[in-house]
Nanobody, 126 residues
Framework: QVRLVESGGGLVQAGDSLSLSCAASGGTFDSYAMGWFRQAPGKEREFVSAISSKGGTIHYADSVRGRFTISRDNAKNTVDLLMTSLKPEDTDVYYC???????????????????WGQGTQVTVSS
């Protein structure tokens, strides 16, 4: 059974950096895109970033482009999100995702992802 486990969340101050990591198990992931979404209470899930199966294509939400960097290690089945210049509006629960759609593409809609981690809280104080 596919399992995604996030780690690295926490409480930081505005301007700080934080790195999230996601460990995938229970399957083979180097043929599928992986990514990150975030969600605040009472709000819809928001796309953050995604990376294609071989890492050749990366996409970021406008709100994080230039501040966040996504990467993956297919040998370790991990995907990381380095977040810099954090802002209070980045406060959310961050979810790691992967899809069953084959191909070296990225996807930005939540319905395109089949597996979700349990989430890790990121809180940025002003």
């Amino acid at each position: 059974q596919v399992r995604l486990v996030e780690s690295g969340g926490g409480l930081v101050q505005a301007g700080d950096s934080l790195s999230l990591s996601c460990a995938a198990s229970g399957g083979t992931f180097d043929s599928y895109a992986m990514g990150w979404f975030r969600q605040a209470p009472g709000k819809e899930r928001e796309f953050v970033s995604a990376i294609s199966s071989k890492g050749g294509t990366i996409h970021y939400a406008d709100s994080v482009r230039g501040r966040f960097t996504i990467s993956r290690d297919n040998a370790k089945n991990t995907v990381d999100l380095l977040m810099t210049s954090l802002k209070p509006e980045d406060t959310d629960v961050y979810y790691c995702v992967t899809t069953l759609i084959l191909g070296d593409y990225v996807w930005t809609e939540s319905y395109q992802y089949d597996y979700w981690g349990q989430g890790t809280q990121v809180t940025v104080s002003s």
